[in-house]
Structure formats: structure tokens, C-alpha cells
């Protein structure tokens, strides 16, 4: 099975990271959040790529293109011939397809773009700014059983800000992280028949305004709950909770 992961939106609200490369290649304990979300689907067992690039996309080429430069110890030859040897070789077991699906295509139209890459077959799709530690597997096997169009993975946020628990002016509990409001919402992780692209009219086609809406309407949308852990990195400061798990040494997204 091959994995369809977004790559190519301009990520504003972390344009402090952003103005100099796009989102997924933003890093996370030295390696780009792509990087963590391909290890992921690695673990699984799908290690066949298809990556959508618009803005800077060519930042994400040169990163698969020079990767033991990026990843592993290297002596330039600059002497006699000018060659790179490679030590210690990082490799992956992966197939990587970098297409440019233009700078300012819709999500679903990215998507649409890229069906010429696909072999006809059932697909994982994702967000590439996103970490959870979901069963791959078990997503897989949700949607074979229900045996829908497309299946999301639906996952419960924890709430952002502080919670004061207030009896008249009087705060009796403080409460730093609270709960969310026990609401599902979209976490990607998405499994898809081929069939939903035939529901993407042009790149200004959005995946979760106009495709999810009809696949929901049509009682073709499936829910694989994920009660685990999930994190997007939308801002600074997402980013940074995500530095800190990774450095910490308990990166709940770290299965392999």
C-alpha cells in the first residue's frame, strides 16, 4: 500500500519557520516532521511514498535527493576525482515520488493531481505536519471491514488554554491542561479507495470542505477512533511541545 502525504501549503501561522521552507520539512529533534511521519507508516510496513509539493518543493526534493548527505558521515573526495564516500550508511527501505502539485492548489486538488502515481489499489493519505502514535494497522483494517470509501482518523484534542473552576469570584481549581470537550475531530490518518478522486472537480477542490462533506452525505465516510496520542504542529508552540517530548526521550509518536 502507498501513502499520499500533503506537503505543499505555505503553513502561515508558523511563518516564523516557514518564510525560509515549507512546513513538513520544519524540524523536529533535528529531522524534518516528514521525516517522523514517514518513519511512522515505515513501522507499518508501508514504505511507498507519494508526496505533494507546492511552496519551496524543491527544499523537500534536495532533502531526498542528497539524504545520506543529510543523515549519514561522508568524505569528499576533492583531490583526485571529486566524489562523495558514504559512511556508516543511514538508509531507508523507502520509494519516495516528489510531485509538484502546484503553489496554491486546495488540498483536495493536490490530491487529484497525483492519480496518474497510484496504482488503482486502496491508499493511506495524510496531513505532513501531523504526529500520532496510531495503529497503522489497525486503521488499515477498520476500513477493509467497513468497507466505505474513505475511513479519517477521528481523535479527541486536549483543551489549549488554562481552566478555572470558579465558585462565585472565588477560583476553587485550576486546571493547566485540561480535557478537551469531548468533541472528534479530523486527525488525517486517512484510508482511501481510489474511487474518492473522482469526486475532485480542479485544484480549488478542498479535501475537508467539499470531499469530506459529500463521502459524509452519502454515507461513505468511516471513523477509526484513536483515543492515543496526537499532535499538529500549526504554530510555534506546538513545535516546541513537540521538541520537548522528542528531547525528553518520550516521544509518544515513536513506535519504530
Known amino acids: 500500500m502507498k501513502a499520499v502525504i500533503l506537503a505543499g501549503g505555505l503553513g502561515t501561522r508558523l511563518s516564523e519557520e516557514t518564510h525560509l521552507k515549507p512546513k513538513p520539512m520544519v524540524d523536529v529533534g533535528g529531522k524534518p516532521i516528514l521525516w517522523h511521519i514517514l518513519k511512522i507508516y515505515s513501522h507499518f510496513g508501508i514504505n511507498e511514498f507519494i508526496i505533494c509539493c507546492g511552496y519551496k518543493g524543491y527544499l523537500i526534493k534536495e532533502y531526498f535527493a542528497n539524504y545520506f548527505l543529510h543523515t549519514s558521515d561522508v568524505t569528499f573526495h576533492m583531490d583526485i576525482d571529486n566524489h562523495m564516500e558514504v559512511h556508516h550508511r543511514k538508509s531507508e527501505p523507502w520509494k519516495v515520488t516528489l510531485v509538484d502539485t502546484g503553489d496554491m492548489s486546495q488540498t483536495g486538488g493536490r490530491l487529484g493531481r497525483i492519480r496518474d502515481y497510484l496504482d488503482g489499489s486502496s491508499f493511506c493519505f495524510t496531513y505532513g505536519d501531523g504526529v500520532a502514535d496510531v495503529d497503522i494497522g489497525c486503521l488499515i483494517a477498520h476500513h477493509q471491514r467497513e468497507g466505505r470509501q474513505a475511513t479519517l482518523t477521528a481523535v479527541q484534542p486536549p483543551g489549549r488554554y488554562g481552566a478555572l473552576h470558579l465558585d462565585g469570584d472565588a477560583v476553587n481549581q485550576f486546571q493547566e491542561k485540561p480535557d478537551g470537550d469531548n468533541a472528534w475531530i479530523n486527525g488525517g490518518f486517512f484510508v482511501l479507495e481510489p474511487s474518492v478522486l473522482d469526486r475532485i472537480t480542479g485544484d480549488q477542490t478542498s479535501w475537508e470542505a467539499d470531499v469530506l462533506p459529500q463521502l459524509?452525505?452519502?454515507?461513505?465516510?468511516?471513523?477509526?477512533?484513536?483515543?492515543?496520542?496526537?499532535?499538529?504542529?500549526?504554530?510555534?508552540?506546538?513545535?516546541?511541545?513537540?521538541?520537548e517530548l522528542w528531547a525528553s526521550g518520550q516521544a509518544p509518536w515513536k513506535v519504530w
Not at 504554530?235 to 511541545?241: I, N, P, Q
Request: proline share 7%.
Open 216 to 243: 459524509a452525505a452519502d454515507g461513505q465516510l468511516s471513523a477509526y477512533r484513536h483515543p492515543g496520542f496526537w499532535q499538529p504542529m500549526d504554530t510555534l508552540r506546538d513545535r516546541t511541545r513537540l521538541e
